[in-house]
């Protein structure tokens, strides 16, 4: 069980990280909470299925495709719903909220209600810890290794990046400085909803695809990043493997921890939240910033 509960926990904190990170990023740079976030991925995961699937594409070409689109998708998006209410929180809260419950209407009238599979695209099980664990699995695992590498690269060793940590310090001196805040709102919104949609490619033909499929990793993302403290990257990803554990050590030692798995995670938001309310690292990031 042990070795169960290993290998389970990384690869859930691997697709939550990606989720949670890109979720707080756009929060950091643009205070966006945008609650269609993992929609995208709910796209994502409906565009890689249709374009594998139906489309016949091979499997890498689908997936970069299904992840362009579902990040175009979110710049219309963004300029069209969301920038004209962006200087009102509660605004954006409410249509990011009905841009989410449109898109799971629009697959529940497309798809169909029910679960839709897709096949392995690799075969093969590895041995890791003495557990078998597919191939499948472990690509979610490099996958969201590469994507947070690439994320870290990005923000730390370009222009874009230092445009973009200056942005989340302070929009008004970014300004002064010559960087056009618009424009890097839309490159990191880019970038959260890229990390997103990749997730949703990468899970597809792990677990089924249907229309509400955007609900649960939703709650769990939200609970990482209060956890983590919003607009905290390092919280975002620190919370994602305290949660992803949580989970894999709720769904093997307790006998209905499937059903149980969101309700312990959020247990366990509150308690600490109780103990630290800004989150386990929300002071410090304040203090970056």
């Not at 690869?11 to 205070?31: D, E, K, M, P, T």
């Not at 970069?64 to 605004?91: G, M």
């Not at 695992?141 to 990005?154: C, E, G, I, P, Q």
Request: charged share 10%; proline share 3%.
């Amino acid at each position: 069980m042990f070795a169960d509960i290993l290998v389970t926990g990384l690869i859930n904190s691997g697709v939550y990280a990606l989720l949670a990170v890109g979720f707080s990023l756009i929060f950091g740079v643009a205070r966006i909470v945008n609650i269609a976030h993992t929609a995208f991925y709910m796209l994502a995961a409906y565009c890689f299925y249709s374009l594998l699937v139906k489309g016949n594409l091979g499997v890498v070409w689908a997936g970069l495709i299904a992840v362009a689109a579902v990040t175009l998708l979110s710049l219309v998006c963004y300029r069209l719903i969301i920038e004209p209410v962006r200087d009102h929180p509660s605004a954006v809260l409410i249509a990011t909220i009905a841009l989410a419950l449109i898109f799971q209407e629009l697959m529940q009238v497309a798809f169909g209600g029910s679960y839709l599979g897709i096949p392995s695209t690799i075969d093969g099980v590895m041995s890791v810890a003495g557990v078998n664990v597919p191939y499948q699995r472990l690509l979610i695992l490099v996958v969201a290794a590469v994507m947070l590498a690439f994320t870290w690269w990005v923000l730390y060793r370009t222009r874009l990046g230092l445009a973009i940590r200056s942005t989340a310090n302070d929009v008004e001196v970014a300004e002064l400085m010559g960087m056009n805040a618009h424009r890097v709102a839309m490159a990191t919104l880019a970038l959260s909803v890229g990390l997103s949609a990749v997730a949703g490619v990468v899970v597809a033909p792990v677990f089924v695809v249907d229309p509400r499929m955007w609900l649960a990793p939703l709650v769990t993302m939200l609970a990482i990043v209060v956890l983590g403290g919003l607009g905290s990257l390092r919280g975002s990803l620190i919370g994602a493997f305290i949660l992803g554990y949580v989970e894999a050590i709720t769904v093997f030692a307790l006998p209905s921890g499937a059903y149980l798995k969101g309700a312990v995670a959020l247990v366990i938001m509150v308690v600490v939240l109780l103990a630290r309310p800004e989150g386990l690292f929300g002071v410090a990031f304040e203090e970056e910033r």
